[in-house]
């Protein structure tokens, strides 16, 4: 079990991953609206943004087995390197 500083370490590490993920994301579409100005991104805005916020899933069992899925997954990759 972690500490209340451990967790709260590793939720600020999480924190800074994404935000530099994102920070990423945001310099890689400056570069192509510099590089191509007219063309847009596909799809209405709404769907954007629902399409960030992740997956959402019916019960719990379907979360558990989209977890086990993507643990499997980071667990072939991991041998095969």
């Known amino acids: 079990m972690m500490s209340s500083s451990e967790a709260a370490k590793h939720q600020q590490q999480q924190?800074?991953?994404?935000?530099?993920?994102v920070?990423?994301?945001?310099?890689?579409?400056?570069?192509?609206k510099a590089k191509y100005p007219s063309v847009q991104?596909?799809?209405p805005l709404f769907l954007q943004r629902r399409l960030q916020k992740g997956a959402k899933y019916f019960d719990s069992g379907d979360y558990n087995m989209a977890k086990a899925a993507m643990k499997k997954k980071t667990e072939s990759d991991k041998t095969s390197s």
Do not use: F, H, M
Not at 15 to 21: A, H, I, K, L, W
Not at 24 to 29: A, C, L, S, T, V
């Open 15 to 21: 924190q800074t991953v994404e935000d530099n993920s």
């Open 23 to 32: 920070r990423i994301e945001k310099e890689e579409e400056a570069k192509l």
């Open 41 to 43: 991104r596909p799809g």
